[in-house]
């Protein structure tokens, strides 16, 4: 299918409890993923506020320096499931379809939910220990600046 318009995907059916409708919203996801790679995501439970926060210390930190910035880059080199930064050029999308290519032009902090690495949660699920989840719940790496991107 030919994209001429990046297309909205509305998750609030997701949310809705039914499996069926969850399966769609999964659906549509996967296809427009495939299909263009970009997408406009609406009826997601995530407050105003919290996006405007978010949006306001992403801004403070990749306006810092870039000396500064690497000082939280991610001491799992060439692993999934980074923790970190990820300067410009550093990474390449292509590459997880084995396709050779330049770098992105993109820089990214990568972080999971706090918590997520402690024994208490481990031992809780093999989901976090299995082969599958490779590095994906370990440690988040967190910057000296701006403060406000640590939690609470």
């Given at each position: 299918m030919t994209m001429l318009?990046?297309?909205a995907v509305d998750l609030q059916p997701f949310y809705s409890g039914d499996p069926a409708a969850?399966?769609?919203v999964a659906a549509e996801m996967d296809q427009v993923c495939r299909d263009i790679g970009f997408l406009v995501v609406t009826?997601?439970?995530?407050q105003t506020e919290l996006m405007k926060a978010v949006a306001e210390v992403s801004l403070n930190f990749f306006s810092l320096p870039e000396a500064?910035?690497?000082?939280?880059k991610s001491p799992l080199e060439g692993t999934a499931g980074?923790?970190?930064?990820?300067?410009?050029?550093?990474?390449?999308?292509s590459?997880?379809?084995g396709v050779k290519a330049p770098g992105d032009i993109k820089e990214t902090v990568t972080m999971g939910p706090p918590g997520a690495s402690e024994a208490r949660y481990l031992m809780a699920d093999d989901y976090y220990v299995c082969k599958?989840?490779?590095n994906y719940f370990v440690?988040?790496?967190?910057?000296d600046k701006p403060h406000s991107m640590r939690p609470l």
């Amino acid at each position: 299918m030919t994209m001429l318009q990046v297309p909205a995907v509305d998750l609030q059916p997701f949310y809705s409890g039914d499996p069926a409708a969850r399966k769609r919203v999964a659906a549509e996801m996967d296809q427009v993923c495939r299909d263009i790679g970009f997408l406009v995501v609406t009826g997601h439970p995530i407050q105003t506020e919290l996006m405007k926060a978010v949006a306001e210390v992403s801004l403070n930190f990749f306006s810092l320096p870039e000396a500064e910035k690497l000082k939280l880059k991610s001491p799992l080199e060439g692993t999934a499931g980074l923790r970190g930064y990820s300067p410009m050029m550093d990474e390449s999308l292509s590459h997880s379809i084995g396709v050779k290519a330049p770098g992105d032009i993109k820089e990214t902090v990568t972080m999971g939910p706090p918590g997520a690495s402690e024994a208490r949660y481990l031992m809780a699920d093999d989901y976090y220990v299995c082969k599958d989840a490779c590095n994906y719940f370990v440690p988040n790496v967190w910057p000296d600046k701006p403060h406000s991107m640590r939690p609470l």
